[in-house]
């Protein structure tokens, strides 16, 4: 049942596990981002990821190169997500869950078909920011742009880690997520805090998906998968844990990616259907995650 | 002029009218105490001045409307509600940084400042808000209050379920600032005996309405007051 083993194939496999973890790590951290502060989880994540990876491919087919592009797209998306609560979110800001989970459904239906509209369908490459060749490391053949991918990632939680554990407006983030009435009290302006996690998610998830792309081809339905991943990620780590998110991403990326390599009848077709079962699981034996809180309801 | 002005203040929850048409001032530096019975409209009467209840009617302090519970914040006004409003999850440090989030420049003298009026949050500050004890979180809750160097001070049932000693430390320290600093308050209380002693002045809530305002020295002085919260 096992496939061939050797060690430098498990070396480069776990690399290119924790790369694929790593774009669900980012995606999964934006959907937790989102959810922290509404309780909703935003269906639209992967579409607008997948919009920003197009303004990145568009900018690059100006003339920018990819590491220019970058950061112009990362501005771009905040403020498209800080636009993006502040137009179809705020009206709905006091209704109830359920209503902005359908909305961001909506809004994921209406930013697929702008993507056909303006870059049209199909599926087309797109030229990442890291070399496609790998390096040689005691036998084992590593992938310069995994490793670039989980740096990028790296980088990011710590940014974002220091971004809201040391600043001002990171505490009134968290803190506004924890406690509105209570922030509002101390004088936070606590749906603006929400407008600025919608920008952070936007911005998280651009950055998942000009990683991913290289790795497979850019079209509108690019993050579809990959949302589905994260979604699997952020359960497993717990919904409204930051932390929780990462480790739920680079655990999902290398367990299915090894089970795909190693269980030969798993292969790649039915690395999906795992996700699925590890969220069902996870709802039923751990509801709060590894990371998260479980919400009780007295009845 | 006063620093705060209530003129005709309604208030209500959903159908349930609270306050009907509340007047009531606090001047620059002032202590006054609200009194009443349960379910008399207190605690209203302060959601009412941040804005943290549906209300109509005038609000002002310094004589610019209030409106919403960030912008009484922002115009100087520090509410420390029922239930004392901390942030359990975040530490003691985080919920001191929080107070002085309207605050622009160095706020290392204010964290000092309470430190020295409450000791005991300099030993818990990487602490949770939430493993407090409820003298700890009222001191917390009046110490985050502070942070922000309010013009007014709002406090709801601070004595609510400490004990004597505490709330003795807690009104001391309130006498304190409001002597030395000129910091005005509004405080609402069950605990008539004690309010009467801190503030100069008090108002008496019945149904929604002020029925008696006065001199605390009058206020006790007054019979039906002091059968009715006094208790002699």
Same mark, same amino acid.
């Given at each position: 049942m096992l496939a061939s083993f050797t060690w430098s194939e498990f070396a480069e496999q776990i690399v290119s596990g924790l790369a694929d973890g790593s774009v669900y790590a980012s995606l999964a951290l934006a959907l937790v981002l989102i959810y922290r502060s509404t309780r909703a989880i935003n269906f639209a994540q992967g579409e607008m990821a997948t919009f920003s990876t197009f303004i990145a491919w568009s900018l690059m087919n100006h003339g920018l190169s990819f590491w220019e592009a970058f950061p112009v797209v990362l501005a771009i998306s905040f403020v498209g997500g800080v636009a993006v609560e502040r137009v179809i979110i705020r009206p709905v800001e006091q209704a109830p869950v359920l209503t902005i989970v359908i909305i961001t459904l909506g809004l994921a239906l209406l930013l697929n078909g702008l993507m056909y509209v303006i870059w049209g369908g199909g599926d087309r490459p797109f030229k990442g920011g890291f070399s496609s060749s790998t390096v040689e490391v005691a036998g084992a053949h590593i992938s310069i742009q995994y490793i670039g991918i989980i740096g990028v990632l790296a980088l990011l939680v710590v940014v974002l880690g220091l971004f809201f554990r040391y600043t001002k407006l990171g505490l009134a983030l968290r803190a506004a997520a924890l406690n509105p009435d209570s922030s509002r009290l101390v004088g936070v302006r606590v749906s603006w805090m929400l407008a600025l996690g919608w920008g952070l998610a936007a911005l998280v998830g651009a950055v998942a998906g000009m990683m991913v792309a290289p790795l497979q081809f850019l079209g509108p339905n690019m993050m579809q998968a990959v949302l589905l991943y994260a979604f699997a990620a952020a359960v497993l780590g717990g919904l409204d844990s930051p932390v929780g998110a990462v480790v739920g991403g680079l655990i999902l990326g290398l367990t299915i990616d090894l089970l795909g390599r190693y269980v030969g009848y798993i292969g790649s077709t039915l690395k999906l259907p795992v996700a699925l079962l590890l969220i069902l699981v996870f709802l039923f034996f751990r509801p709060g995650g590894l990371f998260g809180s479980v919400a009780t309801r007295r009845v | 002029m006063s620093l705060l002005e209530l003129r005709n203040v309604e208030a209500r929850y959903g159908p349930v009218?609270? @306050?009907? !048409? $509340?007047? &009531?001032? #606090? +001047?620059? !530096?002032?202590? $006054? /105490? #609200? &009194? +009443?019975?349960? +379910? /008399? +409209?207190?605690?209203?009467? @302060?959601? /009412? #001045?941040? !804005?943290? $209840?549906?209300?109509?009617g005038d609000v002002r302090l310094g004589g610019k409307k209030l409106r919403t519970p960030e912008g009484a914040a922002r115009a100087g006004v520090a509410h420390v509600p029922e239930g004392r409003g901390t942030f359990a999850e975040l530490s003691v440090w985080e919920n001191l940084r929080l107070g002085s989030y309207t605050r622009r420049g160095s706020t290392k003298e204010d964290v000092q400042r309470v430190f020295a009026l409450f000791p005991v949050l300099d030993r818990r500050r990487d602490q949770q808000a939430g493993t407090l004890s409820g003298g700890e979180q009222q001191m917390l809750a009046l110490g985050r209050a502070l942070m922000a160097r309010p013009r007014l001070l709002l406090l709801d049932e601070p004595s609510l379920g400490l004990a004597p000693l505490i709330v003795k430390e807690i009104f001391d320290v309130l006498a304190k600032l409001n002597r030395d600093e000129g910091t005005a308050v509004l405080v609402v209380e069950q605990n008539a005996n004690l309010a009467l002693a801190a503030a100069a002045r008090a108002y008496v809530l019945e149904v929604g309405r002020v029925v008696v305002d006065g001199p605390s020295d009058e206020l006790r002085a007054n019979e039906s007051v002091r059968r009715s919260y006094l208790g002699y």
């Open positions: - | 009218r609270a @306050l009907h !048409g $509340v007047s &009531l001032n #606090v +001047g620059e !530096g002032e202590f $006054v /105490a #609200v &009194l +009443g019975a349960n +379910g /008399a +409209g207190k605690t209203t009467t @302060l959601r /009412a #001045v941040s !804005g943290t $209840v549906r209300r109509n």
